[in-house]
């Protein structure tokens, strides 16, 4: 892993300095500039090279959004958004998102020293997987939005994903081939809620099938997405005809909540028949329960390290043993359906 050399780019002079000060704390983390608009960020790049850029959204003249088109189109680099938590800023998100924003952090503008504390704690570690991080174009989902329409025979098992860092874009491009009977589909997101929530109410609207919030007691049936992200509850399985959701609070595991080690190991420890996949992310969860998946004899898929937007989770997980598969983002749809299908 090699270092970040960030530009920080706000329009607020306030905010470049608290910035700057947080990720110059940071562990192998170095702010190597800063620049208050569009126009200066541009000079920076050209003269500093960094190999990370935080952005914030909203700057006078050229909007960090128009700003993060042009850097995807014409000098791809990684790029975490700066924006504020509203319903507004949810939306900008995701188009930060499609857009190839590695991340979007919250900045916490009301928030409680400690609550202050905290949040800006983890900038420093998403900067820097953000520098480490593939940064890629957005092809291939008109495919899989036309593999959709492929008829598909379920064959009782469900199809659970973790992802954190990365997630939303890969999960956009995985879940756009989903057909309307998709098979019981549970996925364990590290995200910011309120983004997660625009998410989930946009994948509705896009998908064929159902998206939901994962709920304490819901059914795991065809045609349903549940995507928990409630960073207060824990989501495992609970077996039976038909297999259930459970919510549980508990103190988070190895630093996650929800744990996708739980989420597996449930689905492990109670025999459900299911297809596991860790996607895109930071840090270790997921790999430990993937394995009790494997070991159990159920199928398990990681996404490729080329095509993971960070690849600390899918590496985890692959050094576990916990992969039988390594699959490559555009083929991990079809091959979740395919492992769910009959034929």
């Excluded at 700057?20 to 126009?39: H, M, Q």
Aim: charged share 20%; hydrophobic share 45%.
């Amino acid at each position: 892993m090699h270092e970040a050399r960030v530009l920080v780019v706000d329009d607020s002079a306030a905010m470049r300095a608290l910035f700057s000060d947080i990720l110059d704390e940071a562990k192998n983390v170095r702010v190597v500039g800063v620049a208050a608009n569009a126009g200066a960020a541009r000079e920076q790049i050209a003269e500093l090279k960094p190999n990370v850029i935080t952005l914030d959204v909203e700057m006078p003249g050229m909007s960090g959004i128009e700003f993060l088109a042009e850097i995807m189109e014409t000098n791809p680099l990684p790029v975490v958004m700066l924006s504020s938590l509203t319903q507004a800023g949810t939306e900008t998100s995701l188009k930060a998102y499609e857009l190839g924003a590695v991340e979007c952090f919250p900045k916490p503008l009301k928030a409680t020293p400690e609550q202050f504390s905290k949040t800006v704690g983890k900038l420093g570690k998403i900067v820097l997987a953000a520098a480490n991080s593939n940064v890629h174009d957005r092809k291939g989902r008109a495919e899989q939005k036309a593999a959709a329409d492929v008829p598909f025979a379920w064959n009782g098992h469900i199809a659970a994903f973790s992802a954190s860092m990365g997630g939303i874009d890969a999960l956009t491009t995985i879940l756009g081939g989903f057909p309307a009977n998709c098979p019981p589909t549970l996925v364990c997101l590290q995200a910011e809620p309120m983004v997660v929530e625009t998410f989930i109410k946009r994948l509705d609207t896009d998908l064929k099938c159902n998206v939901r919030a994962a709920k304490d007691g819901a059914n795991l049936t065809q045609g349903t997405i549940h995507i928990a992200a409630d960073p207060d509850r824990h989501v495992v399985v609970e077996p039976g005809q038909p297999a259930r959701i459970r919510l549980m609070e508990r103190d988070p595991v190895d630093g996650a909540r929800p744990s996708a080690n739980l989420l597996f190991g449930s689905i492990a420890r109670g025999a459900v028949p299911a297809v596991g996949a860790v996607l895109t992310g930071m840090g270790t969860d997921g790999a430990r329960g993937l394995r009790l998946m494997r070991d159990a004899g159920q199928d398990t898929l990681v996404q490729d390290r080329a095509t993971a937007m960070v690849a600390e989770a899918p590496s985890a997980a692959i050094e576990a043993g916990a992969a039988a598969r390594e699959v490559g983002l555009g083929d991990l749809g079809p091959a979740m359906l395919k492992a769910c299908g009959i034929g």
